[in-house]
């Protein structure tokens, strides 16, 4: 009994020892890159905790908003270059994998892009031009220093059908394409990804599977796709992040993960999504948690990260980055999607900037001390 206390007791003294000694870009750094997305008060540095714990933790970073169409480039003719050219400079000081999101979205890309004085949609040669105009502009800036940019962001519907955004409406089908092969010409050395939700669902993954092979047979350059990988507890099983991710890598594809998150909250009564538009009035029992997690539901967050890192683990030799959305759980965008103003703890480090369980449970899947039980369905897909 005593020994057995003991054992227990040095383990647990071990396993903590190891883990703060290492750190999340080390522990993977034969595996994939481990990426951030920042807001400008981490990448400016007016939130030094935050911007110190970015240099600690992280080899790569995204953009959470700053080089979207509206933020920069919010009226025709005018760029506003100032945050992007911030975020750039710290990834290059800072030697980080800089990644471009996003360049053709139809979320949060100003109407007049679309629109002729009279209000009325553009023609498609317009159109083209300008996408041409815009893509050259900003992925041409940034050459040799972006490494790899999201060239079109969510362009499937949940059936795996062309969204009917009005990229499609006015170009047509291939307006996917052209991103594309405009994003080549104006980077010959970035790499080039398709990035989605939801693609671990059948509809959708088989949507996108025929996207881009039809990419590949036309010719057109493209390097990888990206799971966004806006998670909950339980959603998706990992035996469809496991079928997606290989999917996807048969195609010859780099696979990443882009924007990882695991939602604690209660859903709305949506299925499990990342549809920005999707909006919900808040209502008794979605703010559970105001005055913190409780102890089982931070056991569970914990248990699902270190199983979703078992299944990209195995996948190594496909996965190039994995991604998280947010850098604490104050800045992410899930306290306040798809219902304003909650109080949500999907990421590795709390509203202190200091690790949670959920972050030693990530290290130990990367040591490979997996002290954190899988079921015995689930344990198949470890390592
Ligand atoms: C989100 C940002 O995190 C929010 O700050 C913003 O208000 C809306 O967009 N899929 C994407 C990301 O590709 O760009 C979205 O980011 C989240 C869903």
Known sequence: MKLLYLTGFLGIALATTS?????????????????????????????????????????SISPENILKWEVIHPEPGKYDFALADRYVEFGVTNQLAIIGHNLIWHSQTPDWVFRDAKSNYVDR???????????????GRY?????????????????????????RKIIGDDYIAKAFEFAHEADPQAELYY???SLENEPKQAGAVALIKNLQAAGVKICGV??????????????KIDKAIA???????????????????????????????????????????????????????????????SVFLKHRGSISRVTFWGVTDGNSWLNDWPVQGRTNYPLLFNRESKPKPA?????????????????????????
């Open 19 to 59: 883990c703060a000694q290492t750190t999340l870009k080390e522990a993977f750094k034969n595996d994939f890159l481990i990426g951030a997305a920042l807001s400008p008060a981490q990448f400016c540095e007016s939130n030094q905790v935050e911007a110190a714990l970015v240099k600690a933790q992280f080899n």
């Open 125 to 139: 040669d317009t159109l083209l031009a300008r996408m041409r105009e815009h893509i050259f502009a900003v992925a």
């Open 143 to 167: 050459q040799g220093k972006i490494i790899g940019w999201d060239v079109v962001n969510e362009a499937l519907a949940d059936n795996g059908t062309l969204r009917d955004s009005p990229w």
């Open 195 to 197: 990035n989605d939700f």
């Open 226 to 239: 990206g799971l966004q990988g806006h998670y909950s507890l339980e959603k998706p099983t990992l035996q």
């Open 247 to 309: 999917t996807f890598a048969k195609l010859g594809l780099k696979v990443m993960v882009t924007e990882l998150d695991v939602n604690v909250l209660p859903s709305p009564g949506h299925a499990l999504s990342a549809e920005v538009s999707e909006r919900y009035r808040m209502s008794a029992g979605l703010n559970p948690y105001t005055n913190g997690l409780p102890a089982d539901v931070q056991q569970q967050l914990a248990q699902r990260y270190a199983d979703l890192f």
């Open 359 to 383: 972050f030693d449970a990530v290290l130990k899947t990367a040591l490979g001390k997996t002290a954190i039980k899988l079921s015995a369905g689930e344990s198949a897909l470890a390592r």
